[in-house]
């Protein structure tokens, strides 16, 4: 694909990060094609490995979507850190640039926002993992406030 993202090949599968490779295809696709489109035999030829690998690491289709909400969760988590970190004495510096980072990252990734936000994923059906990751990220903006 033009002007995509690299990813793993099939020779770096044995000294690579495998997972995080998938999830990232998976975030990759997800933004450029949205989630019906989204496959794990898609998944598995962007990263470039067998079908069959992401069998390995995910409990199907809702286990790589889980995954990829659990990375977003981290990564608003981070952007928020790095807003309080950067005004260590101003909290209404700090929640402002947490919103705009916020908003920044969510603009920029509408697919992952609608999968974490959206109620794609039912709390009851949801490991107890990507809860945890969820409320970290909001400990952020509560830790400011």
């Not at 033009?2 to 490779?21: E, I, M, N, Q, V």
């Not at 690998?53 to 988590?77: D, N, Q």
């Not at 850190?81 to 920029?108: C, K």
Request: aromatic share 6%; net charge neutral; proline share 4%.
């Amino acid at each position: 694909m033009p002007g995509s993202k690299t990813f793993a090949t099939r020779s770096s599968y044995h000294h690579g990060d495998l997972r995080c490779t998938l999830v990232e295809a998976a975030e990759h696709l997800l933004e450029k094609q949205g989630l019906a489109s989204l496959s794990l035999r898609e998944v598995a030829k962007l990263a470039g490995v067998s079908h069959s690998a992401p069998y390995r690491h995910f409990r199907g289709k809702a286990g790589l979507l889980e995954a990829v909400a659990e990375a977003g969760f981290r990564r608003l988590a981070d952007l928020v850190n790095d807003a309080r970190e950067s005004n260590p004495e101003d909290p209404v510096a700090q929640l402002r640039a947490a919103g705009v980072a916020y908003v920044a990252w969510a603009t920029q990734n509408p697919e992952r926002t609608h999968l974490m936000f959206g109620g794609m994923m039912k709390s009851a059906d949801t490991p107890q993992g990507l809860h945890d990751c969820a409320e970290h990220a909001y400990s952020g903006i509560y830790r400011i406030i």
